[in-house]
């Protein structure tokens, strides 16, 4: 079992609270009773953790990030957040795993083919800034999805990346042998709560498609390659609406019992609030154990991390996102990108929990896939701290 926030021991974790919330101690008053006990736990830390005072020249992204962390935050003890943590974040895992998804789910909603080339080194600096799964691609149909029509070639050109699983998208057993003889070591099926939606995205009923993947993970087992299973529309359908938690329940329990390893819960549209996720998320943890369930949320009102703290505190270990927030849906209208990888790890960093990734090589992982979509990345970290280092770079002209 994966250790909780309140046994896990802090590494060098960083605290990222700005000044402008810390208030004066001097203007609290002893006896005031507050509405809520957090706010008084705050403003009784010392000030000295929170001070930022940044100087120097910030040249580069990587730059502002390393000054980032070495002047506008401070290092937090085991005991600089004691109270608060024990209180209201002792329920967040230690470790959380990410599953990076950008290479597919990210680059598949492209409207431009990105070279097979592209997308191999944009997987090799995923893996060098410290994340351990990165799905590489999907074996689906290329009238479904032209923009993956070089699963292939990118799973022979990865075989050699050494730190990493690499599990593919599979949609049948004919992806799943094609899969297999391209070198495949772990698979994922994906199905979803919504009839609908399942009918649009993968041309079956919600039945049709578990007894489909059932035939995957037989075969699968028998190679002993794990398969991890999605579910789309854990919480809203761009045509149903509303989706019931236990319509999401019902899904992953047979996912759970067919074999996955691991069930992502997945609000392709973005239309989560922690208000929806908390009963789906409660419904699921009812028939399937938390160990197996995964989250992967999409930021289309803003919702995504909010849902990801949440489902946290309720539990959740891994969490799937992706490089800059690409991605989206083609088969959901209105869906926008995942939530960003920076971001979810940004996020991390300030609870003092342990990811393993190198947010300064993430940026840049994230700088080298935008620069060549031509477009701005949708991680609000990586477009604070290339403003930062803009800014610092005019100043220096």
């Not at 070639?153 to 990865?158: E, G, N, T």
């Not at 649009?200 to 991890?228: E, F, M, T």
């Not at 809203?236 to 019931?244: D, H, I, L, S």
């Not at 990734?357 to 949708?378: M, Q």
Request: glycine share 8%; hydrophobic share 40%; proline share 5%.
């Amino acid at each position: 079992m994966l250790p909780t926030r309140a046994s896990y021991k802090f590494s060098r974790s960083r605290c990222f609270l700005p000044t402008t919330l810390v208030p004066n101690v001097s203007t609290v008053k002893e006896n005031s009773r507050e509405p809520f006990e957090w706010k008084s736990q705050i403003m009784s830390l010392r000030q000295r953790h929170f001070i930022c005072q940044a100087d120097g020249v910030i040249e580069t992204l990587p730059g502002a990030l390393h000054k980032l962390n070495r002047y506008c935050s401070s290092l937090c003890d085991d005991g600089c957040l004691s109270g608060v943590t024990n209180k209201f974040l002792r329920t967040i895992p230690g470790y959380v795993k990410i599953v990076e998804v950008g290479p597919r789910d990210g680059l598949q909603n492209e409207m431009k083919i990105v070279p097979t080339t592209i997308k191999v080194e944009l997987i090799k600096k995923l893996v060098s800034s410290g994340l351990s799964v990165v799905e590489a691609t999907s074996f689906v149909s290329p009238k479904w999805v032209p923009q993956l029509v070089d699963a292939k070639d990118v799973m022979d050109a990865i075989q050699g990346v050494e730190g990493a699983r690499f599990p593919v998208l599979t949609p049948n057993l004919k992806g799943f042998e094609a899969a297999v003889a391209a070198g495949a070591k772990e698979v994922a099926v994906f199905t979803a709560a919504s009839e609908s939606f399942s009918k649009s995205n993968i041309n079956c009923s919600i039945k049709d498609s578990l007894d489909r993947y059932r035939d995957v993970a037989l075969a699968a087992g028998n190679l002993s390659i794990p398969v991890r299973g999605y579910i789309s529309c854990a919480v809203g359908c761009p045509v149903e609406g509303a989706v019931a938690p236990s319509k999401v329940a019902y899904v992953a329990k047979e996912l759970s019992d067919m074999g996955c390893f691991q069930i992502s819960l997945g609000d392709t549209i973005g239309v989560g609030t922690p208000g929806s996720v908390i009963p789906m998320l409660e419904a699921v943890m009812g028939v399937v154990p938390v160990e197996k369930l995964a989250v992967h949320f999409h930021d289309t009102y803003g919702q995504a991390l909010s849902n990801i703290l949440v489902s946290l505190q309720m539990g959740i270990s891994t969490v799937d996102s992706s490089v800059s927030g690409l991605g989206g849906c083609p088969y959901a209208k209105g869906a926008s990108g995942n939530v960003a990888t920076e971001d979810v790890v940004y996020m991390l960093n300030g609870l003092g929990v342990e990811t393993n990734v190198d947010l300064p090589k993430l940026l840049l992982a994230g700088e080298f896939i935008c620069k060549h979509l031509g477009r701005s990345s949708g991680s609000k970290t990586a477009i604070a701290l290339s403003r930062r280092a803009s800014t610092a770079q005019t100043s220096k002209l």
